[in-house]
C-alpha cells in the first residue's frame, strides 16, 4: 500500500512573525523564504498584505524568488484584503489566496454581531471573490476546533460550492484534545458533500501542548496538509513545529504518511529562523533543542557509547546534526570520561581512568560542565598520569 502524501504548508513567515517583537524585514524574509523552498515545503504563507506596505512588498518579493512552492497571502473575508493579497501574488509561479472567517459561536456573537446564515453567505462571496483571481482558494474556519461539528460541516460544503480547493481547520486556541480534533477532522470527510473536491489541512495552536498531537490525529484521520512553523514559534504558545511533526511521520513508517521535506536542513533552517527573530529556542526542544541528541546521565552516556540507538530514535545526521553530543557532568560515569578523553587525545589505562575519574568528580561537583580545556587541565594534573605516561 503505498503513502499519503501530506503537504507541509509553513507559516513561519506570517504566523510565526506574530511573536511580539519578532518583526522580519523584506531580505531576512527573502532568506527564509529561499531556505522553505529548498527544505521542500509544499506552501509558504508569506504574510497577510493588506496588514502593511511593508507586509505586501514581502509578500510580493517572496512571490518573485519562490520557484518550488506555493506562495500564499492571507485575507480576512473582506474584498479590499482578498483583492490586495492578489495584487501581491500577481508574480507568484503558483499563487494562493487564504481567505476566511471564524464560524464558533463564539465568533459569530461577539467578534461579528451576527448569525450563523450570515456567516456563510460572508464565507462564500469571499471565496468566489478570491477566486477570480487565482485557481487555488483556501478557506480557513477561524475557531472551528470550538465550532459545532455540524454547522462546520455546512460551511465547509458551501465554500466548496463556491471554489475552494483547500478547508482549514483550525484549533484556533489551541482547545482541542487529540482525539476531539482527530473526530472533527473525520466527522467532516465522512459527512460534507463534495469533499473529495478539497483537501482538509489541520491548524494548531499549542496553548495546553498539544498542536503537534493534534495535527497528527488530523492527518490520521483523512487531513493531506499540516500548517507549521519552523521551531513552533508564534502567536501566544506558538504553532504547530514543523520539525515535529515531519520527523513523526519519517520514524513511523506504519502510519503510511510521507512528505518532501529533506529533513537533513532541519536544523540549519531552525537556526536561521532563531538568529533573524532573535527568539531563543529552547534547549530541551524536540528534534532541533541543543540538548535534543545531548546525554549527561552516566547510564544513557554507557548506552549510548556502546549503541547510538540504546537511547536515540533518530540518527542526529537525519537532521543535520553532526553527533551526539557526551556532555561531561558530576552525573557522568567512567564510560563518558574515557570516550571524551579519548576524543582530545588521551587513550586512558583502567587504572588511570579510575584515578583520573575520583579527580574529575571533585572539579565537577564545583563546574556545573567539563569542557575540553578543563579535561586537559584534570587528566595533564593527575599525578597517575604522569607517573604511568
Known amino acids: ?5 501530506i503537504q507541509i504548508f509553513d507559516t513561519t513567515l506570517r504566523d510565526g512573525e506574530q511573536v511580539p517583537g519578532c518583526k522580519l524585514n523584506k531580505a531576512q524574509k527573502i532568506v527564509i523564504a ?9 506552501i509558504i504563507e508569506a504574510g497577510f498584505p493588506v496588514s502593511s506596505p511593508g507586509d505586501f512588498a514581502s509578500v510580493q518579493a517572496v512571490s518573485k524568488i519562490v520557484k518550488n512552492a506555493t506562495v500564499c497571502g492571507l485575507s480576512r473575508s473582506v474584498e479590499n484584503d482578498i483583492k490586495v493579497a492578489a495584487e501581491a501574488l500577481q508574480y507568484a509561479k503558483i499563487p494562493r489566496i487564504h481567505t476566511g472567517i471564524g464560524t464558533s459561536d463564539s465568533h459569530i456573537k461577539f467578534k461579528f454581531n ?19 483571481f487565482v485557481e487555488d482558494v483556501e478557506f480557513y474556519a477561524e475557531d472551528a476546533g470550538r465550532t459545532e461539528n455540524e454547522y462546520l460541516a455546512r460551511v465547509c460544503e458551501a465554500v466548496i460550492k463556491a471554489g475552494a480547493t483547500v478547508l482549514n481547520i483550525p484549533d484556533t486556541t489551541g482547545y482541542c484534545l487529540p482525539q476531539e480534533y482527530g473526530a472533527k477532522i473525520k466527522y467532516l470527510k465522512d459527512n460534507v458533500k463534495g469533499i473529495e473536491k478539497a483537501n482538509l489541512s489541520c491548524h494548531c495552536h499549542n496553548d495546553l501542548g498539544l498542536a503537534t498531537a493534534n495535527s497528527i490525529e488530523g492527518v490520521i484521520n483523512g487531513a493531506s496538509q499540516i500548517e507549521c512553523t519552523i521551531n513552533g514559534i508564534g502567536e501566544r504558545a506558538g504553532n504547530t513545529a514543523l520539525e515535529e511533526v515531519v520527523m ?46 545531548a546525554h549527561s546521565s552516566g547510564i544513557h552516556q554507557d548506552g549510548v557509547i556502546k549503541n547510538r540507538e540504546t537511547y536515540e530514535i533518530i540518527d542526529p545526521k537525519e537532521v543535520g546534526v553532526t553527533e551526539s553530543a557526551i556532555v561531561l557532568t558530576a552525573r557522568s560515569g567512567r564510560a563518558a570520561l574515557a570516550y571524551r578523553a579519548k576524543n582530545v587525545g588521551y587513550e586512558l589505562t583502567k587504572l588511570q581512568l579510575d584515578v583520573v575519574y575520583s579527580d574529575f568528580l ?5 563546574k556545573k560542565e567539563i569542557n575540553d580545556s ?3 587541565e584534570i587528566i595533564e594534573s593527575s599525578t597517575i598520569y604522569q607517573e604511568l605516561r
Open 374 to 376: 578543563d579535561l586537559h
Open 248 to 293: 513523526i511521520m519519517k520514524q513511523h513508517p506504519a502510519l503510511q504518511l510521507d512528505t518532501n521535506i529533506n529533513t537533513s536542513m532541519l536544523y540549519g533552517i531552525s537556526q536561521l529562523v532563531s538568529d533573524n527573530m532573535g527568539i531563543y529556542t529552547q534547549p530541551n526542544k524536540a528534534i532541533v533543542g541543543a540538548n535534543a541528541f
Open 362 to 366: 571533585k572539579f565537577a561537583d564545583v
Open 34 to 42: 529561499e531556505q522553505l523552498d529548498l527544505l521542500g515545503v509544499d
Open 1 to 5: 500500500m503505498s503513502s499519503t502524501h
Open 114 to 132: 451576527s448569525n450563523r446564515d450570515a456567516i456563510i453567505e460572508r464565507a462564500v462571496a469571499a471565496v468566489r471573490y478570491a477566486k477570480s
